[in-house]
């Protein structure tokens, strides 16, 4: 038999495997159709259910999906490459240049996360600030899961903070003791636990800005917010060296925040905000460990960033890319 022959044969064995697998969807389809009224209702429920979950999962995959004009490997960064099938919904690729595959989640935070038909409902658990059980009994997944993915969906939030502040801007930190909340190593509980400082930064239009830190020296105040504040600005702060010799340094306006408001006619925002973000952590949470404090800022930062509140449909935008050239771009680039 020559080469052509093999290939007509390969061709005719593809089209009746494609054939039979249609016919025995179609069967299995009518089939279903035609047993459903005899459906008890604990049974309907589970079929509504089930296919409840499936438009939510191509509903959430559609989204998600990556417009082939934005596209590009994400190992390679090159833009030559095929459709390669599908899978879990999403379109796959095939690059031509390092022959690897991926899709539109490929080395995002959302990569190889399952039951996407449940992401929404937990994005909208994050945006009501459920705790972790809470928000598993809500989407009916497991709290294990439930952690992971709360920090997965949070974890381009640490970038999103103001790029630049201006008017009258107040500073201020807030110190905690280092936390190993869920560790099971007995070395770090018998640990000397060490202080963690939050520095903020805020203007009169709400725009924030903090960092998350270790160390509380000049040289991090520095770092943290020698280009976000506007020259120009009145900086308000607490009698703290540090503040105090970064306006010395810089040129900037400076005067004191007091907790007395008879003393002072500005108001002290960024106190306010540190002291609520404390009680909604200890409080909510009974505290969080320090490995995973950058993130609890930056999702308490999200929730109190739009006056109406955050959309769930937007932290699940957020969790998959807000970096154009470190992760693959979104299909709706506006945050709605």
């Known amino acids: 038999m020559n080469v052509c022959s093999y290939g007509y044969v390969l061709s005719a064995l593809m089209v009746g495997v494609y054939l039979k697998t249609y016919i025995m969807k179609n069967n299995i389809f009518k089939k279903l159709i035609e047993e459903i009224d005899e459906f008890n209702n604990h049974e309907f429920r589970l079929l509504k259910e089930k296919v409840e979950q499936r438009i939510y999962s191509k509903r959430v995959s559609y989204i998600l999906e990556t417009p082939l004009s934005e596209l590009n490997c994400p190992f390679c960064t090159h833009s030559n490459f095929i459709k390669w099938g599908k899978r879990s ?11 690897k595959t991926f899709n539109s989640l490929t080395k995002t935070p959302l990569s190889r996360l399952r039951r996407k038909g449940h992401w929404l409902d937990y994005s909208n658990c994050l945006k009501q600030g459920y705790t972790v059980r809470r928000a598993a009994a809500e989407c009916g997944i497991n709290k294990n899961t439930s952690f992971r993915w709360r920090h997965r969906f949070l974890t381009n939030s640490k970038f999103i903070k103001a790029e630049k502040l201006g008017g009258i801007v107040e500073k201020t930190h807030l110190k905690l003791k280092e936390s190993f909340k869920g560790s ?83 108001s002290t925002y960024s106190e306010k905000y540190k002291n609520l973000f404390l009680e909604w952590v200890n409080n909510r949470f009974r505290g969080v460990a320090t490995k995973y404090l950058e993130n609890y800022v930056a999702w308490y930062r999200a929730r109190n960033e739009f006056k109406s509140g955050i959309k769930a449909i937007t932290i699940l935008y957020r969790a998959k890319s807000i970096e154009k050239y470190r992760h693959q771009p979104l299909k709706m680039t506006r945050f709605i």
């Open 89 to 99: 919904d999403l379109q796959r690729y095939k690059c031509k240049n390092c022959r």
């Open 184 to 266: 099971r190593d007995k070395i770090l509980l018998n640990k000397k636990r060490k202080n963690v400082f939050i520095l903020y930064a805020v203007d009169r239009n709400h725009n924030l800005f903090d960092i998350t830190n270790k160390g509380f020296s000049f040289s991090v105040v520095k770092r943290a917010f020698r280009n976000v504040i506007n020259k120009d600005s009145l900086v308000l702060s607490e009698k703290n060296q540090q503040f105090i010799k970064f306006a010395k340094q810089f040129n900037y306006r400076h005067t004191y925040l007091s907790s007395d408001s008879r003393k002072l006619t500005y």
